[in-house]
């Protein structure tokens, strides 16, 4: 009788122990889900939030080293740390870029901002795309798709310089119009636009087409001083760009011209503003360009990450900036 209690003791013992253990089981199994549920919400946000890639060229022309500058600026402006937030690559050449992609794909970017060097970056850009990595175009575009692009308004910059200087000379007089060689069109449909305003709005106005090498300051300083020799009479000169614009001005008061009143300018370098801002006895102006437009690809690259409304095509308005608002655009830091 003995051993039968005892033998059912053991039995409801074994029993109860069973169950604990199974219920331990359980516990174990169900914390372990909740616990893969919460890495795979990290996971999630992590890709909301992933790393930004800025490829862009180097900094061989005042335009671009401003690119580099704004675009390191933005990012410190959004809190982004290098390495897991952002990173950004520089080349002096298409492989050169061609390769910075395929880093920044390496490196698992979610989203690439890219200022190509030209179009023959397209078929790296492609592999962007393949990726399923966002790809926001900025300044020029690529053959192919993309997520985004930004640019500013080349067109736009040209009918406001043609409105600028049409309305100050009242109608009349002779302007020069500056040319030269560029990367994709840009030269062509700023002087195109230029060209159509003042046919359309300013016919009385004699335009004298001049074209320089490129678009540096010695490049604007030898267009002018020929611009000059063959031109007894100008009012104004339209230029394309801020740094030939220097160029120009000097070529003028070297020569000791005072027949022209106006020149403008294109971009918004830092150097330019300052003749805008101290020239007194020729009236400098810009229509903008800026390289802080790259702020504005950046901004879009996180927009799309974070799941926000965004354009496809954003172009960006120029605007004249003269004596009146110069003020306004003064950046001591920047590098253009």
């Not at 939030?49 to 862009?56: R, T």
């Not at 937030?85 to 080349?91: D, M, P, Q, R, V």
């Not at 020069?176 to 062509?188: E, F, N, R, T, Y």
């Not at 009012?235 to 005072?258: M, N, W, Y």
């Amino acid at each position: 009788m003995k051993k039968k209690i005892l033998a059912i003791i053991l039995t409801a013992v074994l029993s109860l122990a069973l169950t604990i253990g199974c219920s331990s089981s359980n516990n174990s199994s169900s914390t372990g889900s909740s616990g893969s549920d919460v890495k795979e919400e990290k996971t999630d946000t992590k890709s909301e939030d992933g790393m930004i890639g800025v490829a862009i060229p180097s900094a061989d022309h005042g335009w671009m080293a401003g690119c580099v500058y704004y675009a390191q600026e933005k990012v410190k402006e959004m809190g982004l740390e290098e390495g897991k937030g952002y990173k950004i690559l520089t080349s002096d050449n298409v492989n050169d870029q061609a390769n910075d992609i395929e880093e920044l794909i390496g490196m698992g970017c979610t989203t690439i901002v890219l200022l190509p060097h030209n179009d023959e970056v397209s078929v790296a850009a492609q592999k962007i795309m393949d990726a399923d990595i966002n790809l926001v175009v900025f300044d020029r575009k690529v053959t192919g798709d993309y997520t985004a692009y930004v640019a500013g308004d080349n067109p736009g910059l040209g009918t406001k310089g043609a409105q600028y200087l049409g309305e100050a000379l009242d109608g009349k007089g002779t302007i020069a119009v500056m040319s030269a060689p560029s990367v994709g069109s840009v030269s062509v449909e700023r002087t195109e636009a230029f060209e159509k305003e003042m046919k359309e709005n300013y016919p009385d106005i004699n335009l004298i087409k001049v074209t320089a090498d490129g678009f540096t300051q010695e490049d604007g300083l030898a267009m002018a001083t020929d611009m000059l020799v063959a031109n007894s009479q100008i009012d104004a000169v339209f230029s394309i760009d801020d740094e030939p614009s220097l160029g120009i001005l000097k070529a003028v008061q070297e020569a000791g011209r005072t027949d022209i009143k106006y020149i403008s300018g294109g971009g918004g370098a830092q150097s330019w503003f300052d003749k805008i801002q101290n020239e007194e006895d020729i009236t400098c102006f810009t229509d903008t360009y800026s390289p802080a437009m790259i702020g504005d690809a950046i901004q879009t690259a996180q927009d799309i990450q974070q799941g926000k409304d965004y354009e496809k095509d954003t172009i960006i308005e120029p605007t004249t900036v003269d004596a009146k608002n110069v003020a306004d655009f003064i950046d001591a830091n920047s590098p253009y």
